[in-house]
């Protein structure tokens, strides 16, 4: 397991990590003996310490664990620090209640199998026994804060299109956090897990789930409207959890399924059942007690696989910030902590995932122009130009552009020029299928947020219908609420943007955040547990790695390789048909030598479709057609 924050950045690289790392900052004592209040019994235990931590980094073999271990021999060499953990008398108080604290990782999702614990009692261990279980200790510390901060799976090795990589640490930071909450080694540990309020109240939920915490009591139903099948209404998730039932994404929809189980419940009490939930049937559900039971491993591992996800979560996620829940599919925009917006979202398909990372946006486009990305030029249009049908790009409202200049693709000997270095844009209209609207963070992902036209598609249950971009429902309002509180815009700004014929760019003065995220459990703040579809395989992918499987062997099933692959293999085939024997160099002929100019391209058409012959420079080549 690598576990540890390295010492040099050179090391974070090679391990494929991505973080910035500088040299570690200096370590602090935990302050229990400074150095001048030593005994010799103590500074024999020091030495002792210090042996044991180097005879470690020459066996070990990991760059970044040999870092961690040089840190952790820093901290008793550079500050000449007694022992922490333990004494001739075995663990001190600090050391016992660090083994506890590790002891009873997994209360925090946590695997205690990873920490080496020392074996107890050790009063009466030799020297060298007390220095290998500080060591121990020690260690265990460092690499439980790791695994704290999302270091015990590296989810950018699992697929390319989960970008969030562990939290850089030091082991100096461990020693740190120690010292600041007064020595305590339980209270040091545990401030390296998420703060979030979600990540709390998963792990409430967890410990319910396994049967360690009894759980809340329900609240009652209160009297309300009568509900009939096929409507939505707040107390339908209350319903479901005192019937014990999941709460899914549709939790306010009472279905048919749903209305079959009350009246079940309703039969089972001894009461006359109905084909609606009036206040008669809430008070018969409240006297009933809600089915309790131990969650099944695949439900625990949910949980875990949930929780994982928060510790790479910004710990600052903005005061203002646009936030995506892809398998939800819904996008939402917070602000002070609380949902100013709401909005259905269609994502990328299941081999198109959208990716999962965290960006600003910095800047909204009315009326946006499309590139048409490479991948579409390659499939679906080079067969067309190829076969001399050049009115495709038409049909479709497209062009080929230099600049201002709109070039006609008559005019390009398509045998020979390669259409990927082809600038074709569709420019802004009814057909665009970015709509009206774009709102962009730049990444290396290349995806953004954006209008549709196929505005019916998010009547749909599962939404994956993209090739990775975000579409929204309604771009309008989500573009006056961004621009109207950053930008001071309102809803008639908007308006009269949007009529507006041409594309205009509107520059973010303050950048908003904005979080990608596959959260599949969610806990609300009444305790109801929402579970949302593994849509894109990444909960299994999680489990299995924290399982132990090879991180190699899960990779090699990631989708994003399979159209890495794809797309490899079509530029492949694509420069195949333009690779051909060299022609030598043509001399310049003296009518065009005369303008200082080459002679014209003998792929480059006359209107007439015949090549130039007239003494007249051509029309000046475009830079993708210097062949």
Not at 115 to 140: G, H, M, N, W
Not at 302 to 327: A, H, Q, S
Request: glycine share 8%; hydrophobic share 40%; charged share 25%.
């Amino acid at each position: 397991m690598r576990w540890v924050g390295c010492a040099v950045a050179a090391m974070a690289v090679s391990m494929g990590w991505g973080i910035p790392v500088s040299a570690a900052p200096a370590t602090a004592t935990i302050g229990l003996v400074a150095a001048e209040e030593m005994s010799a019994e103590q500074r024999t235990a020091l030495v002792a310490v210090v042996a044991e931590v180097d005879r470690r980094m020459e066996a070990e073999r990991d760059p970044i664990e040999r870092a961690f271990l040089s840190q952790i021999a820093g901290h008793y060499r550079e500050f000449d620090a007694a022992p922490l953990w333990t004494n001739s008398g075995g663990l001190t108080t600090a050391g016992q209640n660090l083994f506890d604290e590790l002891a009873k990782a997994d209360q925090y999702g946590l695997d205690p199998a990873q920490f080496q614990l020392p074996a107890l009692p050790i009063a009466a261990a030799s020297l060298a026994a007390r220095a290998t279980a500080e060591v121990d200790l020690s260690v265990s510390a460092v690499r439980y804060a790791w695994h704290a901060r999302g270091g015990r799976v590296d989810a950018t090795q699992l697929s390319r299109w989960l970008d969030a990589s562990p939290k850089t640490l030091y082991a100096g930071d461990v020693f740190r956090a120690i010292a600041a909450n007064g020595g305590d080694p339980v209270a040091g540990l545990r401030s390296f897990h998420p703060k979030h309020p979600q990540f709390e109240r998963l792990r409430q939920a967890y410990l319910e789930a396994r049967g360690d915490v009894a759980p809340k009591p329900l609240p009652l139903l209160s009297p309300g409207t009568r509900i009939d099948p096929g409507q939505r209404h707040p107390d339908v998730p209350l319903i479901r959890q005192r019937l014990g039932l999941e709460v899914s994404e549709d939790a306010d929809l009472l279905d048919r399924t749903l209305m079959r189980k009350i009246r079940a419940a309703v039969d089972n009490a001894g009461y006359e059942s109905k084909r609606y939930v009036d206040d008669g049937i809430r008070e018969i559900l409240n006297r009933a007690t809600p089915p309790s039971r131990v969650a099944n491993r695949a439900e625990l591992d949910k949980f875990l696989v949930n929780l994982e996800r928060w510790r790479t979560m910004p710990d600052d996620m903005g005061k203002m910030y646009v936030w995506n829940n892809l398998p939800e599919f819904q996008t939402r925009v917070i602000k002070a902590g609380e949902v100013i917006h709401q909005e259905r979202i269609i994502i990328g398909k299941p081999n198109t995932q959208t990716p999962v990372f965290s960006d600003e946006m910095n800047h909204v486009i009315f009326q946006p122009e499309w590139g048409v990305p490479e991948s579409i030029k390659l499939r679906q249009i080079l067969p067309h130009m190829r076969g001399g049908d050049y009115g495709v790009l038409a049909r479709r409202g497209m062009q080929i552009r230099d600049g201002k200049r709109v070039i006609n693709p008559a005019r390009i000997k398509w045998s020979k020029v390669d259409i990927r270095n082809v600038p074709i844009i569709q420019g802004a209209g009814p057909g665009n299928p970015l709509g009206r609207l774009k709102f962009m963070f730049p990444n290396h992902h290349d995806v953004y947020m954006h209008d549709t036209n196929d505005k019916h598609l998010f009547n749909s249950t599962e939404r994956t219908f993209s090739h990775g971009c975000i579409r929204v429902r309604n771009p309008d309002r989500f573009a006056e609420v961004i621009l109207g509180e950053l930008e001071g815009w309102t809803t008639d700004d908007v308006a009269r943007q949007l009529k507006v014929k041409t594309s205009t760019r509107i520059d973010l003065k303050t950048h908003l955040p904005v979080h990608n995220t596959y959260l599949t459990t969610w806990v609300n703040p009444d305790g109801a547990v929402v579970q949302f579809k593994d849509i894109y395989g990444h909960d299994k992918r999680y489990s299995e790695a924290l399982a132990g499987k090879s991180i190699k062997l899960i990779a090699s099933r990631d989708p994003a390789l399979v159209l890495k692959r794809q797309n490899e293999e079509l530029r492949k085939g694509v420069a195949a048909i333009y690779k051909a024997k060299p022609k030598p160099k043509p001399k310049p002929a003296p009518a065009f030598a005369a303008f200082g100019g080459p002679p014209p391209k003998p792929w480059l058409k006359s209107s007439l479709g015949k090549p130039y012959k007239s003494s007249v420079p051509p029309p000046r080549l475009l830079w993708f057609q210097q062949y």
